[in-house]
């Protein structure tokens, strides 16, 4: 089954302690990104990658890190997390520009 | 940036009930996706249609992209059509980006 696969779904962490959420996808597609969303400010895109090693800001990258060594990996890297970047996450692909874009079934991060 | 604005802001419906949902954007778009967001958060992918008309069981969507804006069509709604429906746009930049609307959430009554 074609989809984009988030983990955790849930994490409920402490302030400073480095976290890793992962993102893979199987459809074999060049981009891919991560948003937050946030109750009033919606969805917002922190990084992109149009690539394996290309990657790129996007709205909101500070305070977040995130790598493209393989096509279906996409990992995003908090590596102080702090209480305002509890949100809800979700990791997505497509096959290239202007494109159907899937999205994972998010990750609910709560920083304390 | 592209304005992406959503109307109505919420919807309360009676089960059996049609709706229309519409999204205006502020500038040609080459992407234009509707996506359902469940209770528990996940973004399904409703229609990918940056122009013309497409049907799916009781939804059906259409953009007519040289005025800039797509509307979604919920006919004989179920409680199980409630959540939150966003459109989101892609304009062909340097960058890669969807922007989102704010979204229109809608409640289906029993």
């Known amino acids: 089954e074609a989809q984009v696969t988030q983990n955790p779904r849930y994490l409920i962490t402490v302030t400073g302690k480095k976290l890793t959420v992962t993102c893979s996808q199987n459809m074999n597609h060049e981009y891919m990104s991560w948003y937050r969303q946030d109750p009033g400010l919606g969805l917002r895109q922190i990084y992109y990658s149009m690539n394996v090693e290309v990657t790129d800001k996007g709205d909101v990258p500070e305070g977040y890190k995130v790598s493209r060594k393989e096509k279906r990996n996409f990992p995003l890297i908090l590596e102080s997390p702090s209480p305002n970047q509890t949100s809800l996450y979700f990791c997505?692909?497509?096959?290239?520009?202007?494109?159907?874009?899937?999205f994972g079934q998010g990750t609910r991060l709560t920083v304390v | 940036g592209i304005q992406v604005e959503q109307s109505p802001p919420d919807l309360i419906l009676q089960e059996g009930a049609n709706s229309t949902l519409r999204c205006n954007f502020s500038?040609?778009?080459?992407?234009l996706q509707w996506f359902h967001q469940n209770p528990w958060g996940q973004l399904i992918n409703l229609f990918y249609i940056p122009s013309g008309t497409k049907q799916n069981g009781r939804l059906s969507a259409t953009t007519v992209a040289t005025e800039r804006y797509s509307l979604l069509y919920i006919s004989s709604s179920q409680t199980t059509d409630s959540g939150v429906y966003f459109c989101?746009?892609?304009?062909?930049?340097?960058?890669?980006?969807?922007?989102f609307g704010a979204g229109t959430t809608v409640t289906v009554r029993a």
């Open positions: 500038d040609s778009v080459n992407n």
């Open positions: 997505a692909s497509s096959l290239g520009r202007s494109t159907e874009a899937f």
């Open positions: 989101a746009v892609e304009v062909y930049v340097s960058d890669y980006k969807l922007s």
